[in-house]
């Protein structure tokens, strides 16, 4: 018989865990899921800007907030932004960050404002206003953060602006 610890954490029965075995998650790759506002292309998303789910859409169901990453590896010359403009009916925070200040730089759009913003940066989008981020050079990370538990629907918190 293996040791608890030989054991892959998902190979392991709920009748053997840890107490807070289920507490820890590994994200998954969600680029495919098709969600609200997304407009690129599965297959370029993929290549150039996967995206994790560390808890939503049913992943670590116990959490009470809604965590999604966007690796942002590369930006092409042919780069169309991969989301409209849209809302949520909750808060939602955007980090951006990378492996130096400065790498990722972005342009986050609140309503009619548009702003530049350059990682290490937390944006703040108050329930029901219209926003997007588009990253415009560099690499890193895009968190997003909505005040959402994570058995729930996002599409159903996802409303796009109609032009």
Same mark, same amino acid.
């Given at each position: 018989?293996?040791?608890?610890?030989?054991?892959?954490?998902?190979?392991?029965?709920?009748?053997?865990?840890?107490?807070?075995?289920?507490?820890?998650?590994?994200?998954?790759?969600?680029?495919?899921?098709?969600? %609200?506002?997304? /407009? &690129?292309? +599965?297959?370029?998303?993929?290549?150039?800007?996967?995206? !994790? =789910?560390?808890?939503? *859409?049913?992943?670590?169901?116990?959490?009470?907030?809604?965590?999604?990453? %966007?690796?942002? /590896? &590369?930006? +092409?010359?042919?780069?169309?932004?991969?989301?409209?403009? !849209? =809302?949520?009916?909750? *808060?939602?925070?955007?980090?951006?960050?990378?492996?130096?200040?400065?790498?990722?730089?972005?342009?986050?759009?609140?309503?009619?404002?548009?702003?530049?913003?350059?990682?290490?940066?937390?944006?703040?989008?108050?329930?029901?206003?219209?926003?997007?981020?588009?990253?415009?050079?560099?690499?890193?990370?895009?968190?997003?953060?909505?005040?959402?538990?994570?058995?729930?629907?996002?599409?159903?918190?996802?409303?796009?602006?109609?032009?």
């Amino acid at each position: 018989m293996r040791d608890q610890w030989e054991v892959p954490l998902g190979e392991r029965s709920r009748w053997t865990m840890k107490k807070y075995e289920y507490c820890f998650k590994a994200p998954l790759d969600t680029t495919l899921d098709h969600h %609200r506002a997304h /407009k &690129a292309t +599965p297959e370029h998303l993929h290549q150039v800007m996967p995206r !994790l =789910t560390f808890c939503g *859409d049913g992943h670590l169901p116990e959490s009470p907030i809604r965590i999604v990453a %966007r690796q942002i /590896k &590369a930006i +092409p010359p042919d780069y169309e932004p991969h989301v409209e403009l !849209l =809302t949520h009916d909750v *808060d939602t925070l955007y980090v951006f960050v990378s492996e130096e200040e400065g790498g990722l730089e972005s342009e986050v759009t609140l309503e009619d404002e548009v702003y530049q913003v350059a990682s290490p940066m937390t944006v703040l989008l108050p329930k029901n206003v219209p926003h997007r981020y588009v990253p415009i050079r560099g690499h890193g990370f895009v968190f997003v953060i909505l005040d959402l538990p994570c058995d729930a629907d996002y599409n159903a918190h996802t409303f796009p602006v109609k032009p």
